[in-house]
């Protein structure tokens, strides 16, 4: 940036990125002439024609390796600017760009800079306003409950009862329907800010969490967890906590479509440079057609578990948009109804 820092202080250079390409490229060009020049004139006129020749060689050489750092040099804003994108897409990282500049480069970095900042202030702004929505949403639907539960404390006729009693479930339904949209915006957040630096995971260290997290609802359903670890760490650009997350989401998933006294398969390994993470079961499954529908936010796919659990159908949206944060896939598959299912994740090892 010092190089473009320096040419935009030379007045006819201000004003035109192309202006300074070839004003560098002029002087580039012109220096093994100039040399030349000066080698013919001042030195003996007794010179070979060889020695001109080798002369002139090493200076278009020298002149051409000169021009093409110092061009490198001049591309810098370009760089910094798609780094300054780059690192808000990827990480949602806020950088702070030259906007003094009034050529093509400094147009960029100013509007790439401002655009930066409008998407974060309509980011932020959305949250609030949904938020406070949501806030007010559950007071609405707060209001009618509050009086269902009245009536009922009336004891009224069956035919009353039965209204109140639905007027109840239907409010329930939008309370979880709000928790769950709010859910969705903080996990989001957490899912955009990825952190992709290289790390080793050590799966001795994250199964045990795992394991609490999903053991009560392995007990509940007599549901026999079997783990088969056959690489005990892997380097990968993921987050060991969101790791932990989306295998826990996976399994919970498996469990709530699983039959009782049924069995659940953790399998770890590596193929190709890749890590592997499968987790299958024999539940309910699902027909290749539904694979799409599987991964989409609020999917139409919601269904209840075996045991009549509730599904929010967001949780495998949240996880595939995890593992692709992390460079890697998330796939389901399944031989049909009652067949069980298996979901399988893939992550590039470094």
Do not use: W
């Not at 007010?136 to 009086?147: R, S, T």
């Not at 109840?168 to 339904?173: G, P, R, V």
């Not at 080793?200 to 967890?225: A, G, H, M």
């Amino acid at each position: 940036m010092k190089l473009y820092h320096n040419l935009s202080k030379i007045g006819f250079l201000k004003k035109s990125y192309a202006f300074k390409f070839l004003f560098v490229a002029f002087i580039g060009i012109h220096i093994p002439l100039i040399g030349i020049l000066f080698f013919v004139l001042y030195f003996d006129h007794s010179i070979s024609p060889t020695s001109v020749l080798v002369f002139s060689l090493i200076m278009t050489l020298l002149a051409t390796a000169i021009t093409l750092l110092v061009l490198n040099q001049l591309i810098k804003p370009i760089a910094v600017a798609s780094k300054a994108l780059n690192d808000y897409r990827n990480e949602r990282k806020l950088s702070v760009l030259p906007t003094e500049y009034n050529d093509e480069a400094g147009l960029l970095m100013s509007n790439i800079q401002e655009s930066i900042f409008e998407s974060e202030t309509f980011i932020n702004e959305k949250q609030d306003l949904i938020y406070m929505l949501s806030h007010d949403l559950k007071n609405f639907a707060g209001n009618p409950q509050g009086l269902a539960k009245l009536i009922l404390d009336e004891n009224p006729s069956d035919s009353i009862k039965d209204l109140a009693n639905l007027i109840c479930e239907s409010t329930n339904l939008q309370f979880r329907y709000i928790e769950n949209f709010i859910k969705l915006l903080n996990e989001q957040d957490q899912v955009i800010k990825v952190n992709q630096e290289s790390r080793i995971i050590l799966f001795s260290n994250i199964l045990p969490f795992i394991n609490e997290q999903v053991e009560q609802r392995l007990i509940d359903k007599n549901i026999k967890f079997t783990v088969s670890v056959e690489t005990e760490e892997a380097k990968l650009k993921v987050d060991e906590g969101l790791l932990i997350q989306v295998l826990v989401n996976l399994i919970s998933n498996a469990v709530k479509f699983s039959y009782f006294d049924s069995e659940i398969k953790l399998r770890i390994f590596t193929e190709n440079n890749n890590l592997i993470l499968t987790v299958s079961d024999k539940g309910i499954g699902f027909n290749q057609h539904q694979i799409d529908e599987l991964f989409k936010k609020f999917t139409k796919m919601s269904r209840l578990g075996t045991a009549n659990e509730s599904s929010t159908g967001i949780g495998l949206y949240l996880c595939k948009k995890i593992i692709e944060r992390c460079n890697g896939k998330l796939t389901a598959s399944s031989e049909g109804k009652n067949k069980g299912a298996e979901f399988k994740i893939v992550l590039e090892c470094c």
